[in-house]
């Protein structure tokens, strides 16, 4: 999940197996939440999103699911491989204003 | 399509020296921001650009200056560079603000103030 502070969490996951990555968000009139990841020595990269009128959004090896009841997100990757070793962070959307979580560290282990 | 190009990519400065982070952004976006990225915390918002010709604060706009130089390019510019100001620098661009679009990031300046 996220956390503010100092260290991230980290997910350790085997290759080969599904990650899933969560985040609480807290404003409960956002509309739009973005899914991104953050590789080493790199600027945040667009992954999947999805709108406050949607529960779920799949794309290639990603799935977000979104619970507005309790204000949750999550990242569903599927087959996770060495190249989806990053840190993935949510963003949440009201009217146009951006506010983003620290993130989770992703450790693909061999 | 190179989308948005951050320079410089690493810089080092003394306590009061002055430098500008440049960005600039080739996908025809209207909107351009300014965040900073510390250990531990999410990105916050120095400055953005909502359109061409206009700028506004974000939550941490203190020791800070942007200009919009065209509907290309956002610079950011530190007049008296303090220690608190060490940080990863991104730029972002997006389509419209306000409209649901995602950003889309540079790759980011590391600066370092001593």
């Known amino acids: 999940g996220e956390s503010v502070g100092l260290h991230l969490p980290t997910l350790s996951v085997q290759e080969g197996d599904n990650s899933i990555i969560n985040c609480a968000y807290s404003n409960s009139a956002s509309d739009y939440f973005i899914w991104y990841k953050q590789e080493s020595g790199k600027g945040p990269q667009f992954i999947i999103d999805i709108r406050s009128n949607m529960d779920k959004r799949q794309g290639q090896r990603v799935t977000v699911l979104l619970n507005k009841t309790v204000k949750h997100l999550s990242l569903q990757i599927a087959a996770t491989q060495p190249g989806d070793s990053a840190v993935y962070f949510c963003a949440e959307i009201s009217w146009g204003k951006f506010q983003f979580g620290a993130g989770t560290q992703v450790v693909v282990t061999p | 399509n190179a989308g948005v190009t951050q320079t410089p990519k690493f810089q080092v400065l003394k306590t009061g020296q002055s430098m500008t982070l440049q960005c600039a952004q080739d996908?025809?976006?209207?909107?351009m921001y300014w965040y900073r990225q510390d250990p531990g915390m999410g990105l916050r918002l120095i400055y953005y650009?909502?359109?061409?010709?206009?700028?506004d604060k974000g939550e941490v706009p203190n020791g800070y200056n942007v200009s919009r130089l065209n509907k290309r390019e956002f610079s950011l510019r530190l007049e008296s560079a303090a220690p608190s100001q060490t940080s990863v620098y991104f730029c972002a661009s997006s389509l419209l603000r306000g409209d649901n679009s995602p950003l889309h990031f540079g790759n980011g300046t590391r600066l370092t103030v001593t």
């Open positions: 650009s909502a359109s061409e010709g206009t700028t």
């Open positions: 996908m025809n976006h209207n909107s």
